[in-house]
T-cell receptor, first 116, second 114 residues
Framework: KAGVTQTPRYLIKTRGQQVTLSCSPI?????VSWYQQTPGQGLQFLFE???????NKGNFPGRFSGRQFSNSRSEMNVSTLELGDSALYLC???????????????FGPGTRLLVL | AQSVTQLGSHVSVSEGALVLLRCNYS??????LFWYVQYPNQGLQLLLK??????LVKGINGFEAEFKKSETSFHLTKPSAHMSDAAEYFC????????????FGTGTKLQVIP
């Protein structure tokens, strides 16, 4: 069974540009969560999608958005990039059974974004 | 609001020695607690989780953790460190009522000395 895949693995952008990151969950998983990891702020929850709906959201500005497709694949978009957006962006998938927070999240290897 | 505090950003142990990584949580409701491991240039892997069943939780790779409500702690232990255990470890907490919204600690880098 294939794991969570994220593309691209590395990305370099300049300030003001926008970027789209992609996450393909484990087959059968319907929940996809996104996290930002930086040396200064650590791991921070961005948002979670389940069945194409955003179910939960962290404390990030509106420049950070996401969506989920009918096949559970998810994309994350960051507009008007700032230097501080340089980070490792991790995606995690789980079954997403409604009402359950006990499920194990499986993480992808991440996309490392560098903003110059 | 829920949070976790990991004591010690860096811990060094000798190969074969006890590994003890400390985590204290703060939560207004009985929490779910997790330990994750991250190897360089990789994503996170779940080591173990506490979801209000047994207070002593056994995970992968010989790790275990004990939920102590009186101490609000969830420390991670392994009896004998192996070189392959060198990695960064994250404690995390989630609200049982929240869908997959997990709050992570700042991480502890474990160094294993041969």
């Amino acid at each position: 069974k294939a794991g969570v895949t994220q593309t691209p693995r590395y990305l370099i952008k300049t300030r003001g540009q926008q970027v789209t990151l992609s996450c393909s969950p484990i087959s059968g998983h319907r929940s996809v969560s996104w996290y930002q990891q930086t040396p200064g702020q650590g791991l921070q929850f961005l948002f979670e999608y389940f069945s194409e709906t955003q179910r939960n959201k962290g404390n990030f500005p509106g420049r950070f958005s996401g969506r989920q497709f009918s096949n559970s694949r998810s994309e994350m978009n960051v507009s008007t990039l700032e230097l501080g957006d340089s980070a490792l962006y991790l995606c995690a998938s789980s079954l997403g059974t409604s009402g359950s927070n006990q499920e194990t999240q499986y993480f992808g290897p991440g996309t490392r974004l560098l903003v110059l | 609001a829920q949070s976790v505090t990991q004591l010690g950003s860096h811990v060094s142990v000798s190969e074969g020695a006890l590994v003890l990584l400390r985590c204290n949580y703060s939560s207004s409701v009985p929490p779910y607690l997790f330990w994750y491991v991250q190897y360089p240039n990789q994503g996170l892997q779940l080591l173990l989780k506490y979801t209000s069943a047994a207070t002593l939780v056994k995970g992968i790779n010989g790790f275990e953790a004990e939920f102590k409500k009186s101490e609000t702690s969830f420390h991670l232990t392994k009896p004998s460190a192996h070189m392959s255990d060198a990695a960064e470890y994250f404690c995390a907490v989630s609200d049982p009522g929240g869908y997959q919204k997990v709050t992570f600690g700042t991480g502890t880098k474990l160094q294993v000395i041969p």
